[in-house]
């Protein structure tokens, strides 16, 4: 997907959260949530991007839902959305599952397939019939046929063909998925298969169309705001390259919300850091060959689903937000936790987690601010109780954790060789499985792995480039401490 369409298949998705939260903020909750599709596509509007205003909105109300923080697998469409509203009030618990598919927005898209095009020329070499070693070219009529029956989709004539004659379409969030987990079902929609997907996200990010979508908590956060509950946040160092403002003045920010403090995550970190780095010597001196990082939710889901042969060389190590969490609950055993993430993973681990009652991502964050009129550039600066380390801050970068475990390790520096899987695909999955079907890894004995390019500030729930990203964070890393080992 294009930077282009991914901006505009997040307008569609922020605006319908806006109106929500300013539905929520109004008198009447209920009535003007049933009222959202109706006020963005109106009887006379000519902005239409279906074949007509009924369709557009029937798949915003889908998306208010989605806000809403319910399943559209389970919607019966008959309920109206001032229902929906009065159900969502009510509430105690977010859904365990933290994606849904709209199928009235899903396209339905073709299967992928490998197929040959009138650029072809049937040329003497017939170099993509020698290099087929399942037998699926052959020629017809004058040029080469593929039979998609016995064609494997590998490309291995695509790149063959000296014309660029053999081309193959895809289905955005089948080849997004690293995993295998959403196909289209019987009925030709996307379907995610939850005992298989790793709530990465990618496929969120890969729709053209917005049809995968994330089941928001903001109703049930900004309602404990509202019942003067000690709500407490979880601030992501990944914030500062997404939003344009400091930490300190997103720590104003949040308090503007209603939060009644802010903890920065990368104090967490700091303690991640620490325990990791005590994990590995303890690894290294019972001779194992390698250990992971094990901060990344979607990793952690990833081993637990497809690669268990590889738990044993998994740090136990717990993540940032576990450690800052704990905190929170230790000093504010009555605190409602928020932890504020740039992707949809973290949702899984939350729910597994007493002590983190709600995930909000950045694309909802961005929503409460301009719903209640927050200018965060404007904000003044508050600092932090606690000053957290360069490296806790720098977790949010591919290479971060590693750098940190390094710069806290006690041992021979020759004896840690850091190495980084920036981005879970295909490949590097199936190179984790290599190393732990070897016990050893041939790049180093210090595994960082991420399920997004980038680290965390290319989480799929971001709202800047990762270009832009990398360097505000990095520059707001170099204003930490250095930590103690």
Not at 22 to 37: G, H, Q, V, Y
Not at 64 to 92: P, Y
Not at 225 to 242: F, L, T, W, Y
Request: aromatic share 6%; glycine share 6%; proline share 4%.
């Amino acid at each position: 997907m294009t930077e282009t369409q991914e901006i505009e298949t997040k307008y569609w998705k922020r605006e319908v959260l806006i109106r929500l939260i300013k539905a929520f903020m109004s008198e009447d909750f209920a009535e003007n949530t049933r009222l959202i599709p109706y006020d963005m596509r109106p009887k006379a509007s000519e902005m239409s991007f279906r074949c007509c205003v009924y369709k557009e909105r029937a798949i915003l109300r889908s998306r208010t839902v989605a806000g809403l923080g319910f399943s559209i697998e389970e919607d019966d469409e008959r309920t109206l959305l001032s229902e929906i509203a009065k159900k969502a009030l009510k509430r105690e618990r977010a859904e365990e599952i933290p994606l849904t598919v709209l199928q009235n927005a899903c396209k339905g898209c073709p299967g992928a397939r490998v197929y040959v095009t009138d650029l072809c020329q049937n040329c003497l070499a017939k170099a993509c019939m020698k290099t087929c070693r399942f037998g699926a070219i052959s020629v017809k009529k004058n040029r080469a046929f593929i039979d998609d029956e016995k064609c494997k989709k590998c490309g291995v004539c695509m790149a063959a063909c000296p014309y660029g004659a053999i081309v193959k379409t895809i289905v955005p969030c089948e080849h997004a998925c690293p995993v295998g987990a959403i196909s289209k079902a019987e009925d030709g929609y996307a379907h995610i298969d939850m005992d298989k997907c790793i709530s990465c996200g990618k496929c969120v990010s890969a729709c053209p169309f917005g049809a995968v979508h994330a089941k928001s908590q903001i109703i049930d956060v900004l309602r404990k705001i509202k019942e003067g509950k000690n709500v407490v946040a979880m601030m992501a160092p990944a914030i500062v390259g997404h939003l344009p403002c400091t930490a300190e003045q997103m720590h104003t920010a949040l308090k503007k919300i209603g939060f009644s403090k802010v903890y920065e995550v990368a104090q967490g970190a700091d303690i991640t850091t620490r325990v990791e780095a005590q994990d590995f010597a303890e690894r290294m001196e019972r001779g194992d060959g390698f250990m992971t990082t094990s901060c990344c939710a979607a990793y952690n889901e990833l081993v637990k689903k497809h690669v268990p042969e590889l738990k044993p060389f998994v740090s136990e190590t717990k993540t940032p937000m576990y450690y800052t969490a704990e905190l929170i609950k230790k000093e504010h055993p009555d605190a409602i936790t928020v932890f504020l993430s740039p992707c949809f993973a973290k949702r899984k681990e939350a729910f597994d987690n007493p002590n983190i009652n709600h995930i909000l991502n950045f694309e909802e964050l961005g929503a409460i601010l301009i719903a209640m009129e927050i200018d965060v550039q404007d904000c003044t600066s508050e600092a932090f109780d606690y000053v957290s380390s360069k490296e806790g801050r720098a977790f949010a970068l591919s290479g971060g954790v590693a750098k940190a475990v390094q710069a806290a390790w006690k041992g021979n520096p020759e004896d840690l060789r850091p190495t980084t899987i920036n981005g879970l695909d295909k490949a590097s999955i199936r190179d984790l499985k290599v190393y732990a079907k070897t016990g050893k890894c041939p790049l180093g004995n210090l595994i960082e792995v991420m399920s997004c390019s980038g680290g965390c500030i290319g989480g799929n729930a971001g709202l800047n480039t990762l270009k832009d990203a990398f360097k505000k964070v990095d520059d707001y890393s170099k204003s930490g401490e250095t930590i103690t080992k």
